[in-house]
């Protein structure tokens, strides 16, 4: 089998670390690896993975990367433009986007214009213009290939379905560390109980957005965008193990699961070597040894982002947008300690009050959309 020749876009971060963990047994070789800051952490997989191109997007760490490889040939790139060079690598013909937040949705659309395949992590490029997404990857015929453990699942559940149409997905949740939590208790709850999750060991604002469960909530819409079907037809079910990843149900009722351990390289490795499977790193599953499986409704009254989240779904223009740039600066305020647990959804919310909706969606507005809820939020500290 030929190899195959991918750009890590947030190599440095946990998706990106995993996805350099499974690329002896995808048999994948990288032309290009993108960062933020992480200097060190950039040096040793440009070492060990003689990318052509190496970009850390903050200038000051770019310089210093450029220096820590100087007796390499390997190129080094800063900011935006590097970003957007990496993603359109000629030497690669699939980028895997695992870059955190919606700084990854110019380089997604880039890397679409130029015809690559798309490993998809980096959810909130979906939230925020799913639809210019989508439909820049049917007119190039690229393939979005979902890496989030719940789409990965519906993913490889809905292989098995033929010509017939998904009539509901059901996506699965922890729950985060906050589960069976009241909104008074959830009102005195700490940075650092909120960056403990109890399943998965992922990056500083996923695992906040587990725990508010506006994780769920953009993985509804990106569901909603990847498979489309409405958010009506999109079910949410706490499942506190996270060994059903998700389901789907086909019209007659009958309902597929795909089960595995907790682990994100499976996920990340079938995306890269899909249609085919091939022996992963990750143990596999004894459900003797895990006994029981249990599943609950969510508490949308202690945890309303999936109801915030639905209700802006349901209105498409630009109110997914508005929604994930108030989130996103509600979690940076949060992770410095500036505001309480409970005023992440009352900010978020307050956003989508204030920012003004437009009927269509173009770039410009969705940019526009969520400088303006960023800034409601700021400003509203
Ligand atoms: P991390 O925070 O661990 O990593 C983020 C990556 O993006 C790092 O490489 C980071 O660089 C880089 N980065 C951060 N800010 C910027 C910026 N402003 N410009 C350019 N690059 C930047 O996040 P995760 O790996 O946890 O998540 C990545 C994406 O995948 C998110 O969208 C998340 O929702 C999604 N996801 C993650 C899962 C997980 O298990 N972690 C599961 C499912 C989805 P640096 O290291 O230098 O800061
Ligand atoms: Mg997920």
Same mark, same amino acid.
């Given at each position: 089998?030929?190899?195959?020749?991918?750009?890590?876009?947030?190599?440095?971060?946990?998706?990106?670390?995993?996805?350099?963990?499974?690329?002896?047994?995808?048999?994948?070789?990288?032309?290009?690896?993108?960062?933020?800051?992480?200097?060190?952490?950039?040096?040793?997989?440009?070492?060990?993975?003689?990318?052509?191109?190496?970009?850390?997007?903050?200038?000051?760490?770019?310089?210093?990367?450029?220096?820590?490889?100087?007796?390499?040939?390997?190129?080094?790139?800063?900011?935006?433009?590097?970003?957007?060079?990496?993603?359109?690598?000629?030497?690669?013909?699939?980028?895997?986007?695992?870059?955190?937040?919606?700084?990854?949705?110019?380089?997604?659309?880039?890397?679409?214009?130029?015809?690559?395949?798309?490993?998809?992590?980096?959810?909130?490029?979906?939230?925020?213009?799913?639809?210019?997404?989508?439909?820049?990857?049917?007119?190039?015929?690229?393939?979005?290939?979902?890496?989030?453990?719940?789409?990965?699942?519906?993913?490889?559940?809905?292989?098995?379905?033929?010509?017939?149409?998904?009539?509901?997905?059901?996506?699965?949740?922890?729950?985060?560390?906050?589960?069976?939590?009241?909104?008074?208790?959830?009102?005195?709850?700490?940075? #650092?109980?909120?960056?403990?999750?109890?399943?998965?060991?992922?990056?500083?604002?996923?695992?906040?957005?587990?725990?508010?469960?506006?994780?769920?909530?953009?993985?509804?819409?990106?569901?909603?965008?990847?498979?489309?079907?409405?958010?009506?037809?999109?079910?949410?079910?706490?499942?506190?193990?996270?060994?059903?990843?998700?389901?789907?149900?086909?019209?007659?009722?009958?309902?597929?699961?795909?089960?595995?351990?907790?682990?994100?390289?499976?996920?990340?490795?079938?995306?890269?070597?899909?249609?085919?499977?091939?022996?992963?790193?990750?143990?596999?599953?004894?459900?003797? #040894?895990?006994?029981?499986?249990?599943?609950?409704?969510?508490?949308?009254?202690?945890?309303?982002?999936?109801?915030?989240?639905?209700?802006?779904?349901?209105?498409?223009?630009?109110?997914?947008?508005?929604?994930?740039?108030?989130?996103?600066?509600?979690?940076?305020?949060?992770?410095?300690?500036?505001?309480?647990?409970? #005023?992440?959804?009352?900010?978020?919310?307050?956003?989508?009050?204030?920012?003004?909706?437009?009927?269509?969606?173009?770039?410009?507005?969705?940019?526009?959309?969520?400088?303006?809820?960023?800034?409601?939020?700021?400003?509203?500290?």
């Amino acid at each position: 089998m030929m190899k195959k020749r991918i750009a890590i876009l947030g190599s440095t971060g946990s998706i990106g670390t995993q996805t350099i963990d499974v690329l002896d047994a995808v048999g994948a070789e990288v032309a290009a690896l993108t960062g933020n800051r992480n200097v060190k952490r950039m040096e040793e997989q440009v070492r060990k993975l003689r990318p052509k191109l190496a970009v850390l997007s903050d200038e000051a760490a770019a310089k210093e990367l450029r220096i820590a490889l100087a007796d390499t040939s390997v190129e080094v790139c800063a900011g935006e433009e590097g970003l957007r060079r990496a993603a359109t690598m000629e030497s690669a013909e699939l980028v895997v986007t695992a870059v955190v937040g919606m700084v990854g949705l110019v380089p997604t659309l880039e890397a679409i214009a130029a015809g690559k395949d798309i490993a998809l992590a980096n959810k909130e490029t979906l939230v925020c213009a799913g639809e210019l997404v989508m439909q820049a990857a049917q007119e190039k015929g690229v393939k979005i290939l979902p890496v989030d453990s719940e789409h990965s699942a519906v993913f490889q559940c809905a292989q098995a379905r033929g010509e017939n149409p998904l009539a509901k997905i059901i996506l699965t949740a922890s729950g985060g560390p906050f589960f069976g939590k009241t909104r008074a208790e959830l009102a005195s709850v700490t940075l #650092e109980q909120a960056l403990r999750h109890p399943n998965w060991s992922m990056g500083a604002k996923i695992t906040i957005d587990s725990a508010t469960m506006f994780n769920k909530g953009l993985e509804l819409i990106e569901a909603m965008w990847l498979y489309g079907l409405p958010p009506e037809a999109i079910d949410i079910v706490i499942h506190r193990e996270s060994i059903v990843h998700s389901l789907i149900e086909f019209a007659d009722g009958a309902v597929l699961a795909q089960l595995g351990l907790p682990d994100m390289r499976l996920p990340i490795q079938y995306a890269l070597t899909y249609p085919e499977r091939v022996p992963c790193k990750v143990p596999h599953l004894s459900l003797a #040894e895990i006994g029981k499986l249990t599943f609950f409704t969510p508490d949308e009254e202690a945890f309303p982002a999936l109801r915030i989240a639905r209700n802006a779904a349901g209105e498409r223009g630009n109110a997914c947008a508005i929604l994930n740039g108030a989130n996103e600066a509600a979690v940076d305020l949060f992770l410095h300690d500036k505001i309480g647990f409970l #005023e992440i959804p009352e900010l978020v919310e307050r956003a989508l009050a204030d920012v003004p909706r437009c009927g269509g969606l173009t770039l410009a507005q969705v940019l526009e959309a969520d400088a303006m809820a960023r800034e409601t939020v700021y400003s509203a500290r």
